[in-house]
């Protein structure tokens, strides 16, 4: 099926860099971004395909065919933005036969956009992502006092966490799954956002968000959840993306306080973690000490750090109480990373970019090898 | 000890001593002694002396081991945002505001536009935003605020609403073009054109509306003054007013007040505080802008001694010793505004950075892109649009970046004694304010040094006084 993308944003760019991952049957035709979100007029390339598209900002200027609509998953602003959106999106309905959504709307427009595609002329087929993963999938209940305990899950585990949301997780475990599957490693996933079904993997699974079930219970049924699936799938390798972040900003920026986090790694004790952190202009003692909070809070050291574009303008989120941030030129940090952390004893990479990704991919591999052991004697 | 020049500077309030340590950004209660002994050393290039009693050497060492009087200063002046600007102007813009007319039906006294010395300002003139030039600008603006998720346009004047039916478009495209924005609209306006029928779009279309009204009839009309006939204007805006609250009840707006220092205002803080047709609407007041005036505004004795007890009623209102009811919302809304900025830029460090710049400049054309009616854009609308030095690009050829980085950095001008100035951390000099008739100028930025430190000392002093005496700006 011919995919248009609505509404494209910066959150969905690592679908589209790496759309070789979506399964055959969907093939990404056209790009649409609302005026204002800073992607309308731009060309981007289609995963590896050679395929290259401009952005566009309204419907009308689509040149190519397109039959379904994925509506990738993007922060809502607020609740007028959202009906806009939906707005557009059953605008569109006559040309659909099929819509994927991966964004988490509210109730009553999520029932809206079901309700506008029964109601098409094409009966457009109405996918929910963010009804996908939970429990019942692998045949679990909550709660689970059925089970007391963690499995063991028998296969290498990376995980890859972030010290703030929008590091660039998604895009970090993406590209490492790709270099895990071209040298022939059979990969499960477990990724940070909802729709990662499309791209061949799980969606963090919902009962994680649930209000109602405890924090011992999230971790005992994420740990079966996650050794079911490895049952199934029978992998060489476990690669996991923890939604949010590793920690709150503040007492009153909390985000969760980096419970989810907390819950994923009681689950799962990985044996490589990536982190993926801000920007930062020079090092100082931050690596060393990130990496200190993950080795008491989490379990683990950072085996390498991803350093993300995102920049917290620290004074102004106080004085706000709400996060302020920059995203900045990618090409930047790369410049930084080899003028200012050169020295690191943690490795760290710009990620986003593919050959430093190889080298990420690279240090990843080497930890997970299994070590000779050598007789002293 | 001897010969070290700790980054400080020392303060008397009428119950204690204190530093204000730049490095920390922290104030510290000291005793008289060691209050004096660093009052000497600052009077003498901030050298400490050679010797000094057991008692001080003992104070001096206890507050150095807590990580003040650090003699640090910073080694070059380069704002910290300077490499992202391109990024800043090219993704990250917060508000823009259009000139949608260069007239204006009012002549106010104290008005830059009206009053001002021609070659530091433009005048009023007949020139008009065309609606191509409208929205080629809000095209500009929407591929640049990509980073930001609430965006804001504003509608500046001379009087735009003169140029309504242009706001009407600009406002509609602005509503298709950014459906999928956390989009706002700003006016300011002097009301005088306010129908019910404008206040119902304005509503209906998320503006924030604010209305020129600087006080009593007798205030008002003093200063602000129609074109036409030289008449005050009071009585009509009251009136436009009445009839926009009978028709339009929800329509919410807030009158900025410009506080003209050489005349009493008495009846000014009486009629925002007591007239009940008033003092529900939200306020905010400045006083007179004369930077470009020919004539400036001196505050007159009156003024002062009126003003003077506004604020000490102000205090004790915070205090609890005073009805707020009674206190002049004048003056509590300035103190809340000034404290809360205050505490915010009081935010503990552990040391100035080697690289880094003064307070005072924003990101020129980021926080409040201004474009004038010919499609030239200036960081904000308070600077000279008569100035080629605030000139920062126009909608065709976008922004010139290297004025933008001269007006960032307007610090290094004055390098070597911003690097030694004690109100480093609180210095308010941003470009526009160092703009002489078109080229930045060391001697008019040198000029107002001593202003901003006065100003950063009364408002350190005014806190800590205020705290003494168990006021608190939390609420």
Sequence with gaps: MNMLVFPYGYDCEPIVRHAG???????????????????????????????????HESFEDVEGEFDSLFIPPFEIQNEAVENRLIGKMVSLMPHLSYVFCAAQFSDTNRKNLKDACHNSNHHCIFTDFSEYNGLGAYGLTAPLEQYPSLKQLDVPVVAVAGLWEKTDKFEVSLSLREHFIKDGYQVSQVGSRDGCEMLGFHSFPRFMFQKDLDGICKISCFNHWLHRIIIDEQPDLLLITIPGAVQD?????????????????????????????????????????????????????????HMSNLLIDVNKSEEYNSIVSESIYRETISRTIEMEFADSSIPIFNGANPDECVKMYKVLLEKLMPKDVQAVF | ????????????????????????????????????????????GGVLGQTADEHIVQNIKTLRTQGFLSSKRPKEIRHSH????????????????????????????????????FELQRNHSSKRMAVGTALTAVDFFARRCGNQEQITIGFY?????????????????????????????????????????????????NFMTTISLDGSPETHDRSRRFARNGQGS????????????????????????????????????????????????????????????????????????????????????????????????????????????????????????????????????????????????????????????????????????????????????????????????????CGGLCDNCGELSAGLRGSQCNDVCAQAENLFRDYLWAKEFGISWDT
């Design chain 1, 249 to 305: 900003f503040n007492e009153q920026i909390t985000r969760g306080f980096g419970a989810l986090h907390y819950a994923a790694f009681q689950a799962v004790v990985p044996d490589a973690l990536v982190m993926c952190t801000l920007y930062m202009s020079e090092p100082g003692k931050n690596l060393e000490d990130i990496s200190m909070l993950c080795r008491y809070r989490l379990g683990v050291p950072v085996d390498a750090f």
């Design chain 2, 1 to 44: 000890m001897g010969g070290e020049r700790p980054f400080i500077h020392v303060l008397k309030t009428p119950l204690s001593n204190y530093i204000y340590d730049v490095n920390t950004n922290m104030l510290v209660e000291v005793d008289e002694n060691t209050y004096q002994y660093l009052q000497e050393a600052e009077l003498h």
């Design chain 2, 234 to 429: 009071f009585s009509v805006i009251r009136r436009n007013l009445e009839k926009v609250r009978e028709n339009c009840p929800e329509f919410k707006y807030t009158f900025n007040i410009v506080i003209d220092p050489r005349y009493p205002c008495e009846s000014l803080h009486q009629l925002f505080s007591q007239d009940d047709f008033f003092r529900e609407t939200p306020i905010m007041s400045t006083l007179i802008d004369d930077q470009f005036s020919i004539e400036k505004a001196v505050p007159g004795e009156i003024f002062m001694q009126q003003d003077s007890r506004y604020a000490f009623k102000s205090y004790l209102s915070y205090q609890g010793a005073y009805e707020q009811d009674k206190a002049s919302r004048i003056t509590c809304t300035i103190l809340s505004d000034i404290f809360s900025g205050f505490k915010t830029k009081m935010k503990p460090a552990v040391s100035l950075p080697d690289v880094t710049a003064p307070g005072g400049p924003c990101i020129p054309g980021q926080q409040r892109l201004f474009v004038s009616t010919d499609g030239s854009l200036f960081p904000c609308e308070r600077v000279s649009e008569a100035s080629q030095a605030m000139n920062i690009g126009n909608l065709q050829n976008g922004f010139d970046l290297k004025k933008v980085d001269k007006i960032l950095n307007i610090a290094q001008i004055t390098a070597e004694k911003c690097k030694n100035c004690w109100a480093f951390r609180h210095c308010t000099l």
């Design chain 2, 82 to 117: 300077s490499d992202l600007v391109e990024y800043h102007l090219n993704e990250n813009i917060a508000q823009m505001a259009l000139q949608v007319t260069q007239q204006c039906n009012f002549r106010c006294s104290y008005c830059a536009y009206c009053a001002s010395d």
């Design chain 2, 157 to 205: 004047g001379g009087e735009p609403l003169l140029e309504f039916p242009l706001i009407q478009k600009v406002t509609n495209y602005a509503e298709r073009k950014l459906y999928a924005k956390d989009l706002k609209f700003t006016v300011t306006t002097n009301a005088s054109l306010l129908t019910p029928d404008i206040a119902r779009f304005l509503l209906e279309h």
């Design chain 1, 21 to 55: 991952l979506l399964g055959s049957c969907y093939k990404i035709t056209a790009l649409v971004s609302p005026g204002g979100w800073g992607l309308a007029g731009k060309e981007v390339a289609i995963g590896d395909s050679g395929i290259t598209l401009t952005v």
